[in-house]
Structure formats: structure tokens, C-alpha cells
Nanobody
Framework: VQLQASGGGLVQPGGSLRLSCVVSGYTMSSYAMGWFRQAPGKEREFVSSIIWSGTSTSYADSVKGRFTISRDNAKNTVYLQMNSLKPEDTAVYYC?????????????????WGQGTLVTVSS
């Protein structure tokens, strides 16, 4: 089981990025998927999640209205569209999979993790 995240980079405040996470080794369709992030000196925190069917999503309050999570089960890929980025969004972003198909925001429910992609928001 492998999760490969990509799409990070340097962006100015107010800009946008789209992160992608490709899952290999198993079929993603029965798993909830999530994005977490870890800023320097801070603990890893929940950002967003989407249940197995894609019909329900969850967001941290800090990103609600700016970030959108989606999934394409046919491509075994989950996305995180990030708009109106702020300097405090700077972090390494990790995608994660949960074999609890309705997992939401508990880090412990996610049992497979990608390697992370760095997002830096700075002028």
C-alpha cells in the first residue's frame, strides 16, 4: 500500500494550489481519505476528509470555505484544492487512508500515510 502526494510548492498569499494523492496497492473506493498537515514545531493536524463514496466531506475550521477535497475512485486519486492561501497554511501536507469508510477527523482512524508534500505560502 502506497500513497504518493504531490502538488506542493511556493505560492504567494491569496494564491491557489491543488494537491493530489495517488493510491497504489489497493482499491481506494472502500476507504475514507484524508489530508493532514504539520507545520514546523507543531503537531500534525487534521485538514480535511472524504468518506468512501465521496458524498460527505469534513473540514477543519481554519480551512473551511477555502479548501475543497474530492476523489476520483476510478483513478485511485484524492485531491485537495486550496484557494485563498495564507502564510499560516505553510506546512507539510500528508494524505492518509482509513479502512473505516466513514472516518472523519481523528488521526488515529487513518492507518496508511503518504510521504508528504511541502506547501509554502510566502511573498
Amino acid at each position: 500500500v502506497q500513497l504518493q502526494a504531490s502538488g506542493g510548492g511556493l505560492v504567494q498569499p491569496g494564491g491557489s494550489l491543488r494537491l493530489s494523492c495517488v493510491v497504489s496497492g489497493y482499491t481506494m473506493s472502500s476507504y475514507a481519505m484524508g489530508w493532514f498537515r504539520q507545520a514546523p514545531g507543531k503537531e500534525r493536524e487534521f485538514v480535511s476528509s472524504i468518506i468512501w463514496s465521496g458524498t460527505s466531506t469534513s473540514y477543519a475550521d481554519s480551512v473551511k470555505g477555502r479548501f475543497t477535497i474530492s476523489r476520483d475512485n476510478a483513478k485511485n486519486t484524492v485531491y485537495l484544492q486550496m484557494n485563498s492561501l495564507k502564510p499560516e497554511d505553510t506546512a507539510v501536507y500528508y494524505c492518509a487512508a482509513s479502512d473505516h469508510p466513514y472516518a472523519r477527523n481523528r488521526r488515529g482512524d487513518f492507518n496508511s500515510w503518504g510521504q508528504g508534500t511541502l506547501v509554502t505560502v510566502s511573498s
